[in-house]
């Protein structure tokens, strides 16, 4: 009860925004992405979509996305890990949250949710990705972190990075490389190298790889 109050408190906080001036949420910076909106620790925490017609709203460890303030099917009382940030897709129909499971390795993934069918479903679309890199890179599938970049199609196209852990015991630790996934399918569309991520998308890069040349 005490939580569903909270989150109701949050909506009407978001209901003050509709009349507002519609514009993109500021990007505060993540680890993976400069334009995802970082979750901090203690959290009761609001992110609207660029359209101002939705919000993601965080309470504690528990994620809900509202419409208008009320709680969209399916899109209420998601879990969500401690370290975390969220990004919203241009057009306000499909957010991406990468989260960290705070082991040495990092444990970082990535859920992605369309806004669809008056519904919020999630999907897996990582796979493809995650298994061609590594292939490439013996460190075996489970042991790769993935995080969100930039939406590239509106809530079509996502930008990943695939990264062997720096702190694993992996030849190649520290490899990282950029794939474009069709949403909702997983299937890839484009291929990046270190280099050539950091020459194209550079800029949407977040603090993770700052410090790293590619």
């Not at 990705?129 to 890179?137: E, S």
């Not at 790769?144 to 196209?157: I, P, S």
């Not at 990943?160 to 520290?174: A, H, M, T, Y």
Request: charged share 25%; hydrophobic share 40%.
């Amino acid at each position: 009860m005490a939580r569903m109050f909270r989150i109701l408190m949050m909506t009407l906080m978001l209901a003050s925004l509709y009349a507002a001036p519609a514009r993109t949420s500021a990007a505060q910076g993540g680890e993976w992405s400069n334009h995802a909106a970082a979750v901090p620790t203690k959290r009761t925490f609001l992110v609207p979509s660029p359209d101002r017609k939705r919000a993601i709203v965080i309470d504690g460890s528990l994620l809900s996305v509202t419409e208008a303030g009320v709680v969209v099917p399916g899109g209420e009382g998601i879990d969500v890990l401690q370290s975390a940030e969220v990004l919203w897709a241009p057009d306000s129909k499909a957010f991406a949250v990468t989260a960290s499971d705070g082991s040495d390795s990092g444990g970082w993934d990535i859920s992605v949710f369309v806004l669809e069918n008056d519904r919020c479903n999630y999907y897996r679309v990582t796979s493809d990705a995650v298994g061609r890199f590594g292939q490439r890179h013996a460190c075996g599938d489970e042991e790769l972190n993935v995080g969100a970049v930039k939406w590239t199609k509106d809530a079509k196209q996502l930008l990943i990075v695939v990264e062997v852990p720096r702190r694993s015991p992996c030849k190649d630790r520290g490899v990282y490389g950029g794939v474009i996934v069709n949403v909702p399918s997983g299937t890839i569309a484009v291929e990046y190298d270190q280099a050539r991520l950091a020459e194209d998308w550079g800029e949407a890069l977040g603090r993770r790889f700052a410090r790293r040349a590619p």
